[in-house]
Each structure stands twice: as structure tokens, then as C-alpha cells.
T-cell receptor, first 117, second 114 residues
């Protein structure tokens, strides 16, 4: 079974600075997808960024980028130019790419990010 | 607007009183799933459905039932709720099974069982 580990329960960043949220995962599969979700106080789950395991290139979405290290099974999220609206809980998640499998997302425990003005 | 609609948003009930949380999506997604979110545990899958009349257990199915009679609807049923089912529940849907799609989540149901 796959597991996702987010070892830092909380982090804080100064507005306009850069912060990196860590995530590691364990799997025996070679093809899979990785995601970062944001959950603001409204509790809505918002997809931030996604990465295909067979792609070497790290995904980027505006101020959000990932550092995907497949061999190390690491998938960290970098937020540049942090804004007050980035304050939220962030979840790292794994999804198998096996055809016909339960397409469940396996989530980490989440990290609460606060942004200091 | 493409969305997953969950109702109710908040629910307080008493132990043993049957309840249903509804979930509906308008994106023609095959895959739907229920999760519960608890502090320090992240989100855990309760049940999932890969298509109409096809449902299966996730990681924490005890005390829950689901049905998928229509593609768009996937209700979560608690036949005899207990206080340990107090949680934040999310319904989610997705296209296909093995493709690079994130989920579309509902807005969550905060359930309290007293």
C-alpha cells in the first residue's frame, strides 16, 4: 500500500518570501501521479499542482512549483512571493496510474501554512 | 458550472439516528468517492464507485453504506451513527481511473454525532 508523509505539521512564512513544503511517499509502482491540494478556512479542497511520475520536468503553476525527486520519492511544493491568501492547510496526495485500479487519492496528514504580514 | 454538490453542509444528529449525506456531480464523471477528514489523519477514503452499480470499500468503510443508482449521485448513508463518526466528510468525483485528473471535491459536510 502506498503511504504519503508530511512530517511538518506547521510552517510560517513572511509575506513575499518563499517557502517549501515537504512531502515524501512510498510506493512500489513506477507510474503514478502526485498532487498538492490547498484547503483554506472555507474548507474547500483546491487543486494547486500535479505531477506525472514519468515526466522528468517539474510542474509549475504561476507562483507554485514542485521539486519532484522520483528516486528519493520526494515531492516538495515551493511557493514563491507568498501572499496572505496562501495561508491554508496543504495536503500532498498520491494516485496510482494503474488501469482499473481504485483511483483513490492517498493523502498525507497535511501542513498548516501561516503567512505573516 | 462544473461542480460537486454536497448536502447538508452542517449536520448535528444523535447516536443511532439514520442519516444520509447527498452528493451529486454534473460533469458526467465515472469515478466518485467519499472521504472523511480528521485532525492529524488527513483524508481517508470511505467508499468509492467506478461507475453505476459498481461500489467498493475504501480504507475506513465500517459504519457506512453507499449506493450508485445513477451516474451523477453517490449518497453516503450512516444507518446507526456513533460519536466516532463525527468528522468532516467530502465527496469527490473524477474522470476515468488511470488518467491524470485531480478530483473535484464537494464543499464538505461537517457532521457531529452526540
Amino acid at each position: 500500500a502506498q503511504t504519503v508523509t508530511q512530517s511538518q505539521p506547521e510552517m510560517s512564512v513572511q509575506e513575499a518570501e518563499t517557502v517549501t513544503l515537504s512531502c515524501t511517499y512510498d510506493t512500489s509502482e513506477s507510474d503514478y501521479y502526485l498532487f498538492w491540494y490547498k484547503q483554506p478556512p472555507s474548507r474547500q479542497m483546491i487543486l494547486v499542482i500535479r505531477q506525472e511520475a514519468y515526466k522528468q520536468q517539474n510542474a509549475t503553476e504561476n507562483r507554485f512549483s514542485v521539486n519532484f525527486q522520483k528516486a528519493a520519492k520526494s515531492f516538495s511544493l515551493k511557493i514563491s512571493d507568498s501572499q496572505l491568501g496562501d495561508a491554508a492547510m496543504y495536503f500532498c496526495a498520491y494516485r496510482s496510474a494503474l488501469s482499473g485500479a481504485n483511483s483513490k487519492l492517498t493523502f498525507g496528514k497535511g501542513i498548516t501554512l501561516s503567512v505573516r504580514p | 458550472e462544473a461542480q460537486v454538490t454536497q448536502n447538508p453542509r452542517y449536520l448535528i444528529t444523535v447516536t443511532g439516528k439514520k442519516l444520509t449525506v447527498t452528493c451529486s456531480q454534473n460533469m458526467n464523471h465515472e469515478y466518485m468517492s467519499w472521504y472523511r477528514q480528521d485532525p492529524g489523519l488527513g483524508l481517508r477514503q470511505i467508499y468509492y464507485s467506478m461507475n453505476v452499480e459498481v461500489t467498493d470499500k475504501g480504507d475506513v468503510p465500517e459504519g457506512y453504506k453507499v449506493s450508485r443508482k445513477e451516474k451523477r449521485n453517490f449518497p453516503l448513508i450512516l444507518e446507526s451513527p456513533s460519536p466516532n463518526q463525527t468528522s468532516l466528510y467530502f465527496c469527490a468525483s473524477s474522470l476515468g481511473g488511470s488518467q491524470l485528473y485531480g478530483y473535484t471535491f464537494g464543499s464538505g459536510t461537517r457532521l457531529t454525532v452526540v
